[in-house]
């Protein structure tokens, strides 16, 4: 059953539940069997989403089998290569339960995914469906329908996200999580095709988008809200994390981890565009001003009701 953003109620305010839901709205989105239909207008990226479900068993272990479910049917449309690059970038504990998480749709789905190690005993629940490419969220989904599941389609969200600011095959490789390599190669393509201008400054080829109306019009549009997933769920994973050491720390021990926290997501907060506490924040009252901050994003993003500005999400561009 779908309910309407009108008809949601507020979900519960500690970290962990507000990352699951987050999770469980972006999952629906993809076919995953659930009863809220919370992110419509947001363009949905697949793999990170992957990577941090798994490392979600003891948080929400439906979550988990939902999406296992899914990654066994669907698997295809997701990319193997991003996969590996993104876990490899995670900690230890989020590798080693992607770990598992991926030999468990191996082991199911008869392939093999990168990082894999042992599967865990899991039997499919048969609930998920196919993802339903019409649906405005599955923009990224018709992209690679389109342009094939590799760097090509990568390159061109890239574009589509970021608006219309030359780049580097640097620059778009950390965005797609492919090799630097393969990005200039299939830059070079693009350009050839006539998708992509090609400007020479010193040594570098710096590339943007020349037919963005009619790669939108190829899409059948862009959705409102083109999140950086890969940004958002760290922060998730980096507050959850903290609010699950705070009740078992003292004053000074909570403010010490509070500030590594929130310097380790620093650069993905300035990204989103979310404030961080003032740094005149200090000691004991470091803790509850990152508990404002993350509440009140996470409790937006989770709900898919947040606009483009105060989420600190990538408008769309013209």
Known sequence: MSISSSERLDPPADFASLAAALAWGAWVELGVSGWAASHREWAIDPEPLVVFTAGMTTQDSRLVDEATDWCIRNWRHLSKTRLRNLVRDEPQQVRD??????????????????????????????????????????????????????????????????????????????????????VAAECEALAQAGL??????????????????????????????????????????????????????????????TRKALDEIGPDLDQLEVGRPPSTVTGSALWPAAQAVGTATLRRWSTGQDSVSSAGLEPTTS
Not at 124 to 146: H, Y
Not at 204 to 214: N, T
Not at 247 to 256: C, I
């Open 196 to 257: 992509l201008r090609v400007s020479v400054v010193g040594n570098r080829h710096d590339y943007s988008l020349v037919k963005r109306s009619e790669v939108e019009a190829l899409l059948g549009g862009i959705p409102d809200v083109l999140p950086n997933w890969t940004a958002i769920f760290h922060v998730a994973r980096v507050l959850s994390e903290l609010e699950s050491q705070a009740a078992g720390s003292t004053d000074r021990t909570l403010a010490v981890k």
């Open 97 to 182: 339960e992607f770990g598992v998480f991926a030999a468990t749709v191996g082991d199911h789905a008869g392939i093999v995914w990168p990082d894999s190690t042992k599967p865990r005993r899991y039997s499919p629940t048969g609930r998920s469906t196919e993802p339903q490419l019409d649906r405005s969220s599955m923009v990224w989904l018709r992209l690679r329908a389109t342009f094939g599941l590799g760097a090509r389609a990568e390159i061109l969200r890239y574009f589509l996200t970021r608006g219309p600011a030359p780049a580097s095959a640097a620059m778009i490789a950390s965005f797609a999580n492919y090799t630097k390599r393969n």
